[in-house]
């Protein structure tokens, strides 16, 4: 995607521009290329000004095309849209366990049925950041998410360790590095949150908020706190664990996320007896439903306050 | 007359050459970044400063374990050979935190791995390189990738407090993930709630 269309291919102007510099070039043809030079560059000022989203780091082509479009076309009726993520795919296979389950198939299984799920008994779009086994970036999760102005991002895992005896449900959110950057960002989030909606829409051009867009959950960790509360505890009454607890980790598919957002590590892979019972489709099920209850007692209470 | 005008114009192109020589010998060696990188590639048996015939040049140092109880990490002291350099320290926490546990704890990095290279810069931001069986031979789990950076993370701030960051790179290269979890494109600091009490 780029501004002069699909065929253009932004090195070869790089190349262009090198080419004119080393080469010695008749007179005429010399100026001729500086008038193809400003014309071009002068495009390139315009698209940018209308554009302001050229210079936001995790945008993918999906979000750019739509912040474009949202000049033209209206945006639909607002129903909000809880994103699914389900972990690894493709070549990245996730976790292994003993008998062959591979983390990237009991993700996948698992969010198809969260997902029908919420559709059937809330009024939400739900999106998958993959549907089947390919490979996704990190970045594209989020971006998705982000796309979709994303009311709730769900990222679904199931766990794996050294320790032979772990077990049990995990659900983290964002733990921020307390360096003296990300304090700066965190506070500067904190005071103006309204503003992470501005950036979305590319009506911002502030190049500070542009570059914290890559932290943007730093502004929903009391939510996203709350959201995994209420998965951990269902998932633990589910499965009879009762010191299994919510945790914090600096995870990069949570980091940019624009909404409440967390990880869930259903259960683990390492563990003989809980890879047995994942890759089982009534236990799925019985996980999808645990972590749907945490959703619906989430959403009341945030609507609450 | 014309004929010693020659000899004596060489003698000054020489004369002329050599004081540029000599300028340029003392700008070498008194300008720079004066930004100095510390890497601790020397062995630690050829360096001066480490004496291991002497008592006092032993340092008891912390390193943290993950338990198999309860998934936390528990300290385990150990001896390295002390010395004027951070840097030579922090190679020598490492490549004991790679030997494992002595006292039965798991020590959370594959047992292939290797350290490659140890950097410490000036501002206190440690660089620890592993070889890329840390990422290939790895659980891929969430427990697993935590385990592994704060284990190294959190033994390394603990000990040396000229140590303020750590980064972990993987086969030389700053990579985005161990195993699909933790952000390793971002410096991590000491985490206490990950220790147990």
Redesign the interface.
Known sequence: MNIFGRGFDSRRLHHIILVAKREPVKKKSLGFSYVIFIVLMFGVLAGTQERPFLRVSVADSAYLSRSRNSERVPLPQRRRTVVIDPGHGGLETGAKGKFGALEKNITLSISKKLKAIIERDLAFNVELTRDKDVEVSLEQRTALANYHDAFIFISIHANSSFRKKARGPETYFLSLNATDRDARRLAYLENNESEIGDKIFGQDEDDIKMILWDMAQSAYLEQSSMLADKIQDELNSLLRTKNRGVKQAPFFVLAGVACPAVLVETAFLSNADEEKKLVSEAFQRQLAQAIFRGLVRFIREYSNE | MSKEMPDRKGLIIAASLMVLLIILVVVFFSLGTRKSVELATSSLLSNPDVDSSHPHTVKTITLFF?S?KD?LLHSEERDILKSPSISLMGRQLVEELLIGSKNGM???FPSETKLREFYLTEEGHAYVDFSREIREEH?????????TVYSCVNSLTHNFSDIK?VSILIDGRES??L?????L?????F?KDLIAK
């Open positions: 993950l198999e998934g798991i020590c959370p659980p891929f789990g969430s427990e697993a990738d935590i385990a960051l985005q993930t195993g699909g979890h933790v952000d494109t971002r410096p991590f600091v985490r």
